[in-house]
């Protein structure tokens, strides 16, 4: 497997050697990364689209961007593969090196093998509860799991999917799911239990740091699967003491989901703030889905809106604009796989974020 991990010299040196308009390269995580990130959900789990993949990310590390993602789950374990390919196909080919890029992943929902079995219930069965790694108690909805074995488990094979030693930055998929089912003691317990198991993964060199990714768990003042950061974060104390390696968010936003940036939903020190404040006070980065939401805003931004995005043609690159000129937001992540999508929404490189009065103005009158 190839060895390293993103680091400040090397991440530096990418950063340096590819022009980006001021704004591109933000300082996070002790490393130079790039304000926009390849996110790798969508597509059919076949040989084309795998193909697809691993062009589209030598193609976007090529263009000056050092962030990728991906989960286990994501089509089948075929989304990190594509990656292991890429990671592989370019280092061999002298494009990168392991140490410029920051590789993110996720575990906690089943991960089948290229693609769905017959009987998920027999393959969970057969994979986890014999061989002693997880039970039927720990799988919620007969899809979430996010049990101290199973997630060792979940690791090692996105190691071996990615074909590195050392995974950036590892998720927990969702968590929140399992809080109607489980109840909030025993959520907390099982998150608790999670994030110890990721310190030992961490201590071994197995990943650098953790966190969740999320999707309604951030986003709502109230409901069933409502969570809260500053608990979260004594979860990841209680695992790891002082120095836990709970780093990262990832959650939605973008023009038709905004909640994270104007939504007060998190509670800090007793006053009631969006997310994203509640981040930035806490010492949290985040990475944020969904900016075109999956297509959903393309052809339907009013005009008067695109004139507040100076500099872009297109609503793909406004929209992400918007998500990577947010405070707080180290990097929106974005799906692409065709050459003529990534060179639109990478069209956001060379222009500068909204300043911040900007952006303000855009919010104000949206």
Same mark, same amino acid.
């Given at each position: 497997?190839?060895?390293?991990?993103?680091?400040?010299?090397?991440?530096?040196?990418?950063?340096?050697?590819?022009?980006?308009?001021?704004?591109?390269?933000?300082? /996070?995580?002790?490393?130079?990364?790039?304000?926009?990130?390849?996110?790798? &959900?969508?597509?059919?789990?076949?040989?084309?689209?795998?193909?697809?993949?691993?062009?589209?990310?030598?193609?976007?590390?090529?263009?000056?961007?050092?962030?990728?993602?991906?989960?286990?789950?994501?089509?089948?374990?075929?989304?990190?593969?594509?990656?292991?390919?890429? @990671?592989? =196909?370019?280092?061999?080919?002298?494009?990168? !090196?392991?140490?410029?890029?920051?590789?993110?992943?996720?575990?906690? &929902? @089943?991960?089948?093998?290229?693609? #769905?079995?017959?009987?998920?219930?027999?393959?969970?069965?057969?994979?986890?509860? /014999?061989?002693?790694?997880?039970?039927?108690? /720990?799988?919620?909805?007969?899809?979430?799991?996010?049990?101290?074995?199973?997630?060792?488990?979940?690791?090692?094979? !996105?190691?071996?999917?990615?074909?590195?030693?050392?995974? =950036?930055? &590892?998720?927990?998929?969702?968590?929140?799911?399992?809080? !109607?089912s489980v109840g909030e003691k025993e959520f907390h317990r099982r998150l608790t239990a999670a994030f110890a198991e990721l310190e030992k993964c961490a201590a071994e060199g197995k990943l650098v740091s953790y966190g969740v990714a999320?999707?309604?768990?951030?986003?709502?003042?109230?409901?069933?699967?409502?969570?809260? %950061?500053?608990?979260?974060?004594?979860?990841?104390?209680?695992?790891?003491?002082? +120095?836990?390696?709970?780093?990262?968010?990832?959650?939605?936003?973008?023009?038709?989901?905004?909640?994270?940036? %104007?939504?007060?939903?998190?509670?800090?020190?007793?006053?009631?703030?969006?997310?994203?404040?509640?981040?930035?006070?806490?010492?949290?980065?985040?990475?944020?889905?969904?900016?075109?939401?999956?297509?959903?805003?393309?052809? +339907?931004? #009013?005009?008067?809106?695109?004139?507040?995005?100076?500099?872009?043609?297109?609503?793909?690159?406004?929209?992400?604009?918007?998500?990577?000129?947010?405070?707080?937001?180290?990097? #929106?992540?974005?799906?692409?796989?065709? #050459?003529?999508?990534? =060179?639109?929404?990478?069209?956001?490189? =060379?222009?500068?974020?909204?300043?911040? /009065?900007?952006?303000?103005?855009?919010?104000?009158?949206?």
């Amino acid at each position: 497997m190839i060895p390293g991990r993103a680091t400040a010299e090397a991440t530096l040196k990418y950063a340096q050697a590819h022009r980006a308009a001021n704004g591109h390269w933000r300082q /996070d995580l002790g490393v130079t990364l790039s304000s926009v990130g390849m996110g790798t &959900y969508l597509g059919k789990w076949d040989d084309a689209t795998d193909a697809a993949v691993a062009q589209a990310a030598r193609r976007v590390i090529a263009k000056g961007v050092n962030v990728l993602d991906s989960a286990i789950n994501y089509r089948f374990q075929r989304a990190e593969r594509s990656l292991g390919r890429a @990671l592989k =196909d370019g280092i061999d080919a002298g494009e990168f !090196s392991r140490d410029q890029l920051l590789l993110c992943t996720k575990g906690g &929902y @089943l991960s089948f093998e290229g693609q #769905p079995p017959a009987d998920p219930r027999a393959w969970f069965e057969g994979t986890f509860v /014999d061989e002693g790694i997880a039970t039927f108690d /720990d799988l919620v909805d007969d899809s979430h799991c996010m049990a101290p074995g199973y997630l060792r488990h979940e690791v090692d094979q !996105s190691r071996k999917n990615l074909g590195v030693e050392t995974i =950036d930055v &590892y998720y927990v998929h969702n968590p929140e799911g399992q809080l !109607s089912s489980v109840g909030e003691k025993e959520f907390h317990r099982r998150l608790t239990a999670a994030f110890a198991e990721l310190e030992k993964c961490a201590a071994e060199g197995k990943l650098v740091s953790y966190g969740v990714a999320t999707w309604n768990g951030f986003r709502q003042v109230q409901g069933e699967d409502r969570i809260s %950061l500053e608990r979260v974060i004594a979860c990841a104390r209680e695992a790891g003491g002082e +120095k836990h390696r709970f780093k990262v968010v990832q959650l939605p936003l973008n023009l038709a989901m905004p909640e994270a940036l %104007l939504v007060p939903t998190q509670e800090l020190g007793g006053k009631a703030v969006p997310f994203l404040t509640a981040a930035r006070e806490l010492n949290i980065t985040v990475f944020t889905s969904v900016p075109l939401l999956q297509g959903q805003l393309l052809g +339907k931004l #009013p005009e008067p809106v695109r004139a507040k995005y100076p500099g872009l043609s297109t609503d793909a690159a406004r929209a992400i604009q918007f998500a990577r000129s947010a405070p707080g937001v180290t990097a #929106p992540l974005v799906g692409m796989k065709s #050459p003529a999508h990534i =060179d639109e929404n990478l069209a956001v490189i =060379d222009v500068p974020p909204l300043a911040s /009065d900007a952006f303000g103005m855009l919010l104000r009158k949206g």
